[in-house]
């Protein structure tokens, strides 16, 4: 009988290496590198690595800009690890807003599950591309420019954003100005923005200096 | 008065090249290379070009599978062309399937809007990882590995999925095997599937030879 | 004498940290990430790690496709641990077949070294690639889609099959279907195949479920 | 004699696709890809097109934040197109200011070649790292994020900005939000910057809306 | 019958981008960029685009090296455009040798098919990873190294090179220096060999200045 | 008070992964892999792991070519892990030459500071690009090709090489040639040098055999 050797055969060949290299689920204890955190060991490896449920809350939306952020990066989902894909969950109560920001390495895409969205980005010749979008309408915003979405209806908003990274670095406008320790003196000399102001929202955001 | 200059100085600095790198809308018309179609002049582009409403209506779920596809590749959408992501949205009526494929150069990741999923995949070394996903629910498809999803539920069911990937590629095996005008006799030499079989789906299929 | 500092200097400035960066071989003891293996310690490294030998001799071909599969990938060679590019070799006999199968991130250069070959690949549209090759013929498989090669002769032939990735991900058709345990029922509706053909096949190739 | 068939055929061998492998120098007259611009007819290519004298001289420092900036991106230096590295020159008056700004897409590596600087970035979790840079020194910062330099002594200052990109797209914050015509209002809620104040720059930086 | 609209739709949907994004078939006559030739129209792709014959044959080995090179680069195989693999043959009769040189952008694998081999390579800190090879030997030649192969036996050798890029820059040595219209003064300063061996091998390999 | 809430949701939510994803300092006690070293533990990154002070002072000009080499890559500054760029500051006293040298996988972007140059590389079909560089030329000098500077004036020179890889390996030509251990015999016949040229310049650099 023949047989038996095939099959043992073509599983020797692909079962030593392949699992490793099908994916790269995050080990969190072990060293990270440019290219992201260890490999988890593959024979550990379950089909719960691969699914995520985090996303199916709302954010919590009690905050100034009534907006609920609730991420799904590598950080949260470790099967994301080194594959160059993520997704976030944006709830918009009525008014919320998502203040400017932008991602490092990455563009992200923005489909408005439910209720009325105004997003747009600045592009580097300071065009500003602004669009109200409906239910089920998706938006690109390229790479590494500073984009903002807001809910422009009366009633709650909920989109999803994907980007092609698993790690979309997130910096906020106004949390790095007003929340960090940058000298009031250094943000106004290289913002315009008037001291007074400057002050007045690190009181507000809980900068320093 | 020297502030006119300032502003001038730093318009023409940016306004040069600036528009052209931040993005590339796919020029349909123009010679298309390994990176992607040629970009529209910027000078044309408008926030249109970055919005698609597509996805906002269910593909035809009117067919065997009772599954609507409906894509947002750049073929599609001109916006995503050589930024790397793209979505796309699938509808399931009750018992619907999406038959087992894979996209070449791109990994998935679903979410689940409605209804439920039951979702797996096929590593390199035979293993399967199969869930059943809730809405809310999210879940990551290795690049290039053979994967599937089905109405899990009793009422009908959404997802999206988004690729980091603005064209990724979707290779169906029924379609591939079936539907194509590769030879029954070297379907099932490379297949082990019987030769009748292959007959009775190529007359379902379409396919020839 | 001027000289000596001159040569110091240069070995100085190179040494600290070329070796490292000019490759890196694989060690497997050590944790492995994304991009691949950690680096073996340079100073460990021989002439050895960069050469083969396993490929001089023909892979099994006592089984049902009569074709021996030897690989050279990361996994065997360490020497090609993030460079990106490995090889495997194939021996057909007379009637042999390699059955469907695609790599997930790698196209493939096939070159016939004996005897005829009969190789083709689908494309995501369904239009089927196929050519009989002669001895020093070379033929292209693009990245992640379904392709075969079979002896067409009536001698034995000979192929070496060289990637642009040290780990091109092997997926073999008839493995992912009949030899896992993807329920049957699950795997007829996915690809419309008849649930009795499945089940002789899982029979054939030890599935379960 | 042999030998100039040998000469013969090494110099066929690579003329033929050498010189357009080597580099691309952009033809801006030619479609535009995601890639960069067409190449130029490498037989027209000649050393000029690799050297480029416009950063010899310091941009115009006659503007309200008393700096010069002279770009040398592939937009200026037909070279660079497809190669990933540009230069920018920025010459500093006492008491200039290069703004918050960012580079979507590249890293920067500064070097202090005359005077003092005082640069920082913000990272995404709003920590400063901020140094005073004395002649000679090199200051890494870090992709997509917000970043400024400024003359920190008594005498005029200038430094050269390497980048990882032929076109690092650079976002100027102070531009980006009152030289552009995002209304007002918007601006206010992404930001939490006062109306009054926003409205005030605008007159000064030409926004509208 | 609710069939052929299944069919119908899921060739529509993948056959409007489908061909163009699995591969890229070299259009010589179009422009051309950073990332390669543009692409031939889909609909004139067949078979024969993805086949190469010509390193069925051996190259001219009538010169001084008695080594004859055939390569199959993007520009003989339009095929391999934007794909990142070509392979090349190189005949030795006894006592050829493959001059040192090196391929920028790509590392090397070889496989000696007939004879004996000696191949060996410098690293950047000057150490010399030096291998004889038999039959069915592989080597691994690390990007951007310089490396040589020579015929080791008595009887003609042939091994065949492959590549991690559709179009390997070549650098041979000894035609850079001796081929070349580089001053020999400059070559002398640059390289430490005497003037007057350098005019002796311009002599040879037809250099000016 | 809702703000508090607000503040501390946006920290805990950038604050979780954000340092390690926006760089990723070198921990040269840690395993390394293709993609460069490990990264230290965010916590302990300072400003400090940014700035460079070592190209502040002139490479050692004392030696034969009398030139001083400088470099910032990784090896010598942690804080270019990974990041894809690096610095090098090359002092030339009168007469001084940079020897012909090449970079694998990465491009060159040379700015004269101080005096003139002489730079030129050598492409793969052996055309020379040769330019005299004053103070402020900038020189690119494409990936993986033989290129070398000297000073072209009467005073002494320098310049700064940027590059796009933060470690571009450096095979310094007469070095590999004459300082390493590849046999004379091998050395003439791969690249036509006479053996007693080679013998002379091994006993000059201190290579063997």
Redesign the interface.
Known sequence: M??P???I???T????????????VA?YT??????????KNPANV???D????G???A??T????KVG?N???????P?????????VRADFEVGG????H????A???I?V?QGTI?A????????????T??????????????H?Q?NGGDTPALL?A???SE?P????????L?????PTE??S??????TA?IK??KG???GTN
């Open positions: 023949i047989l050797i095939f099959f055969f073509f599983l060949f692909s079962s030593s290496y392949a699992a490793v290299q099908d994916f790269c080990d072990a060293p990270q590198g440019p290219a992201g955190y260890s490999c379950t089909a719960d691969f699914v995520y449920s996303l199916a809350v954010g919590n009690s905050n100034l800009n952020i991420p799904a990066f590598a950080g949260q989902f099967g994301l690890n080194g594959l160059g894909l993520s997704l807003v998502g203040p400017l932008l991602h490092h390495g563009s992200e895409l489909l599950v105004i747009g980005f600045i592009a580097t010749d300071n065009t500003v591309y602004l669009k979008l409906k239910q089920g309408d998706i938006m690109l915003l390229p790479q590494g420019l500073l903002f807001k999803f994907s980007f092609n790690n670095g997130v910096q906020l406008l106004e949390n790095a007003f929340q960090s320790d940058l250094l943000i000399q290289t913002t315009s923005i008037d102001e007045k929202l507000l955001f809980g």
